[in-house]
């Protein structure tokens, strides 16, 4: 039998960033070297680039966030790392792979059809983001005024994955503070555990709204295996800025929030497989991909499947489909959704819900008012177009579906909802 | 004390869906269960007027019911009572409009309907009690509509015991796992044969009884209205692109197209970019226009109906649709297209 | 009535613009077709029968 091959993961702690002249990181503290990091971003699609800095607890507020990425590389250059965008587009997942847990790279500003979407790194909406409690670098630009907003959109894609790479190479020859064997289920035997998967739909609606796996779209086509390694090797980066809450950047699918539990659990379950799906525009596509889906679990001879989505009420279809052809296939099926009941919670809250599949986790309702209040200094946009440009850094009532990531159906947060007579 | 009671045009004795569009008025004393609801409230109370408005008025002014209650209230009305309306999707919500209104101006309010009433979602803020499904539970009702009433006018809370029914509200919180980690132990009490653990319970959708059909589409008046976020280039209305909570009506007479540049789409939830470079992706205006001048279809109707179906709550869906269909009916049209996205 | 996508429900992009407009005028006629039939409960009418 062939030993288990899987990824190493050396974990560097960062507690405390800053920009300065050059990269380095030691016991925790993360500088940033601003030129190189402005060279990494230089593009034809951008005048000018800015960088800012935003720590856990710090009056601030990130408005119009994008991507997300958590710094990570498998040698100089990022040594394959972020495959097809920054390395070979060859299957990662295997052997080193440094990280810098506790820091994120983000790009926050406009882009058109990007959803405002809002993180507060102190106060009443902190504890739902994920990104609220790292360390960030933030990116801020202005476009060329010949550049496409297109253009705009992949010079962040492509300078994002290298920057993030480019920082977690300070960390190369560092004494990791964690080393953690990740083992990858294909070559794992079997050991009558029950065998569980994951199924991670992921957004396929073109420009702005569309997910990378390798550096390419899932649009149009089946869905596919891979390993859960993979994802921390930056195999899927994302793309996709609609329904800022329901967001799941790259830093969620680097970290996931499902594989991570699953790993927790693991003298009571075996992390079998990760399915990627595309979420197709159309019914009879969304039914095909639901249908074959589940027959490649019942080929990887799964006892149960977690299934998430990204993106607003069509979506829910993505996953209740699924869910329901698992049943069928007789795979349990547990899906991961967020509720749009109503700015009261009175409504409904599933657009589209499972017919034959019961078991739902809800990450809380989306229209659900909360007020933040005012901050210190703002990044990414000045004022928040949704609030008919009221200025970034005053109080403002905004939905949880406002709220970078507070909803995503990988899991992160700890929102759900509890019922109320009205 | 001194009752007002509402009650739809069908209950006012005027006429069924003939009579739907009829303005708000109000007649002196009881008027058909009115009477009944009357003698069970007793001598010490006095039902002094009936406010009465067509289901189809209702739907589509929103504004009668403040009307209705400023006329009620200077008549000396000391409380309105609303009802019941069953299953009656129009009335309920008139129903539960009406009682929000009195609320709203600090009058005792109270609204009859059964639980499947799509009215209940208005009803936010006010007071329901169950009624039956059809007018054939008139009788226990009342019974439950007038011992509700004296409750009420007695300054006490109603219960779910006295049969008070309404919004069940989602409200955010924390769990103590996060959602991952609680999927993963579900999948656990899946796996021990547990069917019915969820966080989410599963919701029954209302059923709605389809319209007879058109005989003949060659004499038949159409509409077109969407909730693809088509909008008049440049949006002037602020449609929302997602979570829309209102909707827009705008002209399309002398068009015979929706070009490229004079409509758009702010959907927030696909690309737009086909259908801003042929807006009759969204709404088939060129076609039909052809359509009409062929005589396949009678007459267009003069303006759409549009709003944007991203995120949507379903009780302004079901508000909007309510809306529409009052409206359009009130005008005459026999048939919609609806284009979704 | 199921079409050929979400961002165009009356229309297909992938078409010529004649093919698309014929396209779109087929989608009206079945549903003049649809609002003339008589139904009970949610009915689905093939917009493409072709297909």
Same mark, same amino acid.
């Given at each position: 039998?062939?030993?288990?091959?899987?990824?190493?993961?050396? /974990?560097?702690?960062?507690?405390?960033?800053?920009?300065?002249?050059?990269?380095?990181?030691?016991?925790?503290?993360?500088?940033?070297?601003?030129?190189?990091?402005?060279?990494?971003?230089?593009?034809?699609?951008?005048?000018?680039?800015?960088?800012?800095?935003?720590?856990?607890?710090?009056?601030?507020?990130?408005?119009?966030?994008?991507?997300?990425?958590?710094?990570?590389?498998?040698?100089?250059?990022?040594?394959?790392?972020?495959?097809?965008?920054?390395?070979?587009?060859?299957?990662?997942?295997?052997?080193?792979?440094?990280?810098?847990?506790?820091?994120?790279?983000?790009?926050?500003?406009?882009?058109?059809?990007?959803?405002?979407? /809002?993180?507060?790194?102190?106060?009443?909406?902190?504890?739902?983001?994920?990104?609220?409690?790292?360390?960030?670098? /933030?990116?801020?630009?202005?476009?060329?005024?010949?550049?496409?907003?297109?253009?705009?959109?992949?010079?962040?894609?492509?300078?994002?994955?290298?920057?993030?790479?480019?920082?977690?190479?300070?960390?190369?020859?560092?004494?990791?503070?964690?080393?953690?064997?990740?083992?990858?289920?294909?070559?794992?035997?079997?050991?009558?555990?029950?065998?569980?998967?994951?199924?991670?739909?992921?957004?396929?609606?073109?420009?702005?709204?569309?997910?990378?796996?390798?550096?390419?779209?899932?649009?149009?086509?089946?869905?596919?295996?891979?390993?859960?390694?993979?994802?921390?090797?930056?195999? /899927?980066?994302?793309?996709?800025?609609?329904?800022?809450?329901?967001?799941?950047?790259?830093?969620?699918?680097?970290?996931?929030?499902?594989?991570?539990?699953?790993?927790?659990?693991?003298?009571?379950?075996?992390?079998?497989?990760?399915?990627?799906?595309?979420?197709?525009?159309?019914?009879?596509?969304?039914?095909?991909?639901?249908?074959?889906?589940?027959?490649?679990?019942?080929?990887?001879?799964?006892?149960?499947?977690?299934?998430?989505?990204?993106?607003?009420?069509?979506?829910?279809?993505?996953?209740?489909?699924?869910?329901?052809?698992?049943?069928?296939?007789?795979?349990?099926?547990?899906?991961?959704?967020?509720?749009?009941?109503?700015?009261?919670?009175?409504?409904?809250?599933?657009?589209?819900?499972?017919?034959?599949?019961?078991?739902?986790?809800?990450?809380?309702?989306?229209?659900?008012?909360?007020?933040?209040?005012?901050?210190?200094?703002?990044?990414?946009?000045?004022?928040?177009?949704?609030?008919?440009?009221?200025?970034?850094?005053?109080?403002?009532?905004?939905?949880?579906?406002?709220?970078?990531?507070?909803?995503?159906?990988?899991?992160?947060?700890?929102?759900?909802?509890?019922?109320?007579?009205? | 004390?001194?009752?007002?009671?509402?009650?739809?045009?069908?209950?006012?004795?005027?006429?069924? =869906?003939?009579?739907?569009?009829?303005?708000?008025?109000?007649?002196?004393?009881?008027?058909?269960?009115?009477?009944?609801?009357?003698?069970?409230?007793?001598? =010490?109370?006095?039902?002094?007027?009936?406010?009465?408005?067509?289901?189809?008025? $209702?739907?589509?002014?929103?504004?009668?019911?403040?009307?209705?209650?400023?006329?009620?209230?200077?008549?000396? $009305?000391?409380?309105?009572?609303?009802?019941?309306?069953?299953?009656?999707?129009?009335?309920?919500?008139?129903?539960?409009?009406?009682?929000?209104?009195?609320?709203?101006?600090?009058?005792?309010?109270?609204?009859?309907?059964?639980?499947?009433?799509?009215?209940?979602?208005?009803?936010? %803020?006010?007071?329901?009690?169950?009624?039956?499904?059809?007018?054939?539970?008139?009788?226990?009702?009342?019974?439950?509509?007038?011992?509700?009433?004296?409750?009420?006018?007695?300054?006490? =809370?109603?219960? $779910?015991?006295?049969?008070?029914?309404?919004?069940?509200?989602?409200?955010?919180?924390?769990?103590?796992?996060?959602?991952?980690?609680? $999927?993963?132990?579900?999948?656990?009490?899946?796996?021990?044969?547990?069917?019915?653990?969820?966080?989410?319970?599963?919701?029954?959708?209302?059923?709605?009884?389809?319209?007879?059909?058109?005989?003949?589409?060659? =004499?038949?008046?159409?509409?077109?209205? +969407?909730?693809? %976020?088509?909008?008049?280039?440049?949006?002037?209305?602020?449609?929302?692109?997602?979570?829309? +909570?209102?909707?827009?009506?705008?002209?399309?007479?002398?068009?015979?197209?929706?070009?490229?540049?004079?409509?758009?789409?702010?959907?927030?939830?696909?690309? +737009?970019?086909?259908?801003?470079?042929?807006?009759?992706?969204?709404?088939?205006?060129?076609?039909?226009?052809?359509?009409?001048?062929?005589?396949?279809?009678?007459?267009?109707?003069?303006?759409?109906?549009?709003?944007?179906?991203?995120?949507?709550?379903?009780?302004?869906?079901?508000?909007?649709?309510?809306?529409?269909?009052?409206?359009?009916?009130?005008?005459?049209?026999?048939?919609?297209?609806?284009?979704?996205? | 009535?199921?079409?050929?996508?979400?961002?165009?429900?009356?229309?297909?992009?992938?078409?010529?613009?004649?093919?698309?407009? *014929?396209?779109?005028?087929?989608?009206?006629?079945? *549903?003049?077709?649809?609002?003339?039939?008589?139904?009970?409960?949610?009915?689905?009418?093939?917009?493409?029968?072709?297909?």
């Amino acid at each position: 039998m062939q030993a288990d091959v899987g990824l190493t993961r050396m /974990v560097h702690e960062v507690s405390e960033l800053d920009l300065g002249e050059r990269t380095s990181y030691d016991a925790g503290r993360l500088t940033v070297g601003e030129d190189t990091v402005r060279d990494l971003l230089q593009d034809g699609a951008f005048a000018e680039v800015r960088l800012g800095v935003a720590s856990p607890g710090d009056s601030v507020r990130i408005v119009g966030v994008l991507d997300a990425i958590q710094p990570c590389s498998k040698g100089p250059g990022g040594g394959g790392a972020f495959p097809g965008l920054l390395g070979p587009a060859m299957p990662v997942g295997r052997g080193e792979t440094h990280v810098l847990r506790g820091a994120a790279v983000l790009a926050a500003g406009y882009l058109p059809r990007a959803q405002e979407a /809002v993180i507060d790194m102190s106060g009443p909406a902190a504890p739902l983001s994920p990104l609220a409690a790292t360390h960030n670098l /933030v990116v801020e630009w202005t476009p060329a005024e010949d550049a496409s907003w297109e253009d705009v959109d992949q010079a962040l894609r492509r300078g994002l994955v290298k920057v993030a790479a480019h920082l977690a190479e300070a960390a190369l020859d560092a004494e990791p503070d964690a080393v953690e064997e990740l083992a990858d289920p294909a070559t794992s035997a079997a050991n009558g555990k029950p065998r569980v998967g994951v199924i991670l739909n992921l957004q396929t609606q073109g420009t702005f709204k569309d997910v990378f796996v390798y550096g390419r779209s899932l649009s149009g086509g089946l869905p596919t295996v891979i390993s859960p390694t993979e994802l921390d090797d930056g195999a /899927v980066v994302s793309g996709q800025f609609g329904h800022p809450s329901l967001k799941n950047p790259t830093y969620l699918h680097q970290t996931h929030p499902v594989v991570a539990a699953l790993r927790e659990r693991s003298d009571e379950l075996e992390l079998a497989a990760l399915v990627l799906c595309p979420e197709p525009v159309d019914q009879a596509n969304k039914e095909l991909v639901s249908a074959h889906a589940a027959r490649l679990c019942k080929q990887l001879k799964l006892d149960a499947a977690i299934a998430t989505k990204e993106g607003g009420g069509n979506a829910d279809a993505d996953v209740s489909l699924k869910m329901d052809r698992l049943e069928e296939e007789g795979i349990a099926a547990v899906g991961i959704l967020a509720e749009m009941a109503g700015r009261d919670g009175t409504g409904p809250p599933l657009v589209v819900p499972p017919t034959k599949a019961t078991a739902l986790v809800s990450t809380g309702n989306y229209d659900e008012r909360m007020t933040l209040p005012v901050v210190e200094r703002a990044l990414g946009r000045p004022s928040i177009a949704l609030l008919d440009d009221q200025a970034s850094t005053d109080e403002v009532v905004l939905p949880v579906a406002a709220v970078y990531c507070a909803q995503s159906t990988l899991g992160w947060g700890r929102l759900t909802c509890a019922e109320v007579l009205a | 004390m001194k009752i007002v009671h509402y009650v739809n045009q069908f209950f006012a004795g005027m006429g069924g =869906e003939d009579s739907a569009g009829t303005g708000p008025e109000l007649r002196d004393g009881a008027t058909g269960p009115g009477r009944k609801l009357a003698s069970l409230l007793g001598d =010490e109370h006095e039902i002094i007027a009936t406010a009465v408005c067509g289901d189809d008025y $209702a739907a589509s002014h929103p504004e009668f019911a403040a009307e209705l209650v400023a006329r009620a209230k200077e008549r000396g $009305a000391e409380m309105i009572v609303a009802g019941p309306s069953f299953t009656s999707g129009r009335y309920g919500m008139a129903c539960a409009r009406i009682a929000a209104a009195a609320s709203e101006a600090d009058l005792p309010a109270l609204a009859s309907m059964h639980p499947d009433n799509p009215g209940i979602g208005e009803a936010a %803020g006010t007071t329901v009690v169950e009624s039956g499904l059809t007018a054939r539970q008139m009788k226990d009702s009342l019974e439950r509509f007038a011992a509700a009433a004296l409750k009420i006018a007695s300054g006490e =809370e109603l219960t $779910a015991r006295d049969g008070r029914i309404g919004p069940v509200a989602r409200t955010n919180r924390f769990a103590a796992d996060n959602a991952a980690q609680r $999927a993963v132990a579900l999948v656990l009490t899946r796996l021990g044969g547990d069917r019915d653990a969820t966080e989410i319970p599963l919701p029954d959708f209302d059923s709605v009884t389809p319209a007879a059909p058109i005989a003949d589409a060659g =004499e038949a008046l159409f509409a077109l209205v +969407t909730e693809g %976020g088509f909008v008049p280039f440049g949006n002037p209305d602020r449609l929302e692109s997602a979570r829309a +909570t209102k909707w827009v009506r705008h002209s399309l007479d002398g068009l015979d197209s929706a070009d490229e540049g004079a409509f758009m789409s702010v959907h927030g939830g696909f690309s +737009t970019v086909w259908a801003n470079a042929d807006p009759n992706r969204i709404l088939p205006l060129d076609v039909a226009r052809e359509m009409e001048r062929e005589g396949a279809i009678g007459r267009l109707h003069g303006e759409y109906l549009g709003t944007t179906g991203n995120g949507t709550t379903v009780a302004d869906a079901r508000r909007f649709g309510m809306e529409w269909a009052a409206d359009l009916r009130q005008q005459g049209i026999q048939a919609a297209i609806l284009t979704a996205t | 009535m199921s079409t050929r996508g979400i961002p165009f429900p009356a229309g297909d992009p992938e078409l010529g613009p004649e093919q698309e407009r *014929a396209w779109r005028r087929q989608l009206l006629q079945r *549903a003049l077709h649809a609002v003339a039939t008589p139904v009970s409960e949610p009915t689905v009418f093939d917009a493409d029968p072709v297909q």
